[in-house]
């Protein structure tokens, strides 16, 4: 019987399990980050407008 093809989806379902976690965390943290630096820089800019 021929087994690559259940080792190569094994291998693929493991790699997207272990790396998931960190895109979450990855975007989590850029999102956040990103939110706030433009919700600070859209204050200075408006108080120096004024």
């Known amino acids: 019987m021929n087994f690559e093809g259940i080792i190569l989806g094994l291998a693929t379902f493991l790699l997207i399990g272990v ?20 919700r600070t820089d859209n204050r200075q800019q408006i108080t120096a407008d004024r």
Request: hydrophobic letters at 35%; a positive charge; one cysteine or more.
């Open 19 to 38: 790396s998931h976690p960190i895109v979450i965390k990855s975007e989590y943290y850029f999102g956040v980050k990103c939110w706030f630096r433009r």
